[in-house]
């Protein structure tokens, strides 16, 4: 099981998860207490070689050994379907749960994670107007009254934020390529809508776009009305829109074109020019 708290909340969100990952675990479980099953041939084979080792060690050989036998076969191959059964209800019930992760319930615990960020950056403002413009522990030490106690409070707060972020990323990851992903993230896209770099200070932007967060970053998003959790991955591809300009609409005859070669002139006459002689003596 995922140890990040938000992650699981925010699929405990969407039923069908919630259903198939319980079914998953008790699946598990049955198969585990199963343990290793001999196929019924070989259980059969036992029960003979068992019989016939006992008999040359001085045994009187199983009247009824057909009948332990057929018993012996027949329980195994109820253990075996039943494992059978199992293995292919768990791989299943997996694909399911991939699939339901990938398609409307990605959606909805992405809004329920949406949810948690916008409370959990309500309860940040108060501790965080308690700072009086500290930014660094120093500072809230050297001012003094409730200060230092919010550092404190906001510095715990930041296990939070980096959980809600990683359980964001762990459920778009799956829904788009990696790498476009890594990219929007390195750009700020993943933490605010309708980011830009222009106004926002170097140190946040920094913090932004890494993901190395600290208590300045933490209060400074408190303030912002455009930090989100995308819903999809199409919503965090339309926040990196490049601008291309105003097309040029103008048309442009890209047809070849044929060059007229003039003809080579005629050669001028001077009256100089001799025929050539070309009479037999």
Sequence with gaps: MNS???LRAAWSAVPGVVHAEAQLRKLKERRRACGEVLSPDLARRKVINDAVAATRAGAEFPDDIGKLGADAYRESLEAESEVLALNEAIASISHHLDYLRTTDGAETA???LGRRLAEFLVEVTKPASDLNGARSAEEAIQLGGKAPAAWKT??????VLRNIRQAQLTILRPLGDGHR???LREKGHFEAAGITPDGVPGDIMRAMTSGHYDVPYLVYISSLP???VPTSFEALE??????????DDSVIDYSPRVSHVPDHPAPTRTGAERA???SLK
């Design 276 to 278: 050539p002689d070309i």
């Design 238 to 247: 339309a926040e990196d829109v490049i601008d291309c300009g105003v097309p």
């Design 226 to 228: 455009n930090v989100w």
């Design 181 to 183: 992903l890594q990219q």
């Design 4 to 6: 990040n708290v938000e």
């Design 110 to 112: 992405l809004e329920a």
């Design 154 to 159: 906001l510095t715990e707060m930041l296990g």
